[in-house]
């Protein structure tokens, strides 16, 4: 029966090692609601955000996880809906909102250059660690203000970023 046991504690133990890879969404709730968020915790997923996606699931976004907290700052390029976006420093404080409306695409008329000049910019106006990225009306429905805080597991998500 003891073998039985430490054979079974070695199994488990064992197989932790094995799963290297971070999941790639966590359930947050906020204001009361169950939200699925796909993890981006990396340069390059964090650069295409929501680029050439054309929805939202219902309670479904993006959480977003620098390696340090920064001034951010988030456009809507190649973005092809609008997006509700949710600043949050450290402790998981909200620091800004913003209502990202749907902007024209490059036209075949303008370079890259001209085109990224044009768009909007949406900054954290101080050291944000995490954003999220919802559907267009989330912030409104869910009544978020600046200074609210959202419950994430801050220890464990500040582990994965990269």
Sequence with gaps: MVTRIMLLLMLGFGLQG???????????????EQFNLEIVRDISSRADGMMHRTSFLPNTGMLFIFPDAGERSFWMKNCLIAIDLIFLDSRGTIIALHEMPYEDHKSDSESNWEYEQRLLHYWSYGPARFAIELEEGSIAALELRVNDRIQLDLKYLKSIAR
């Design 18 to 32: 094995c799963s290297t890879a971070p999941p790639s969404h966590v359930l947050i709730e906020i204001s009361g």
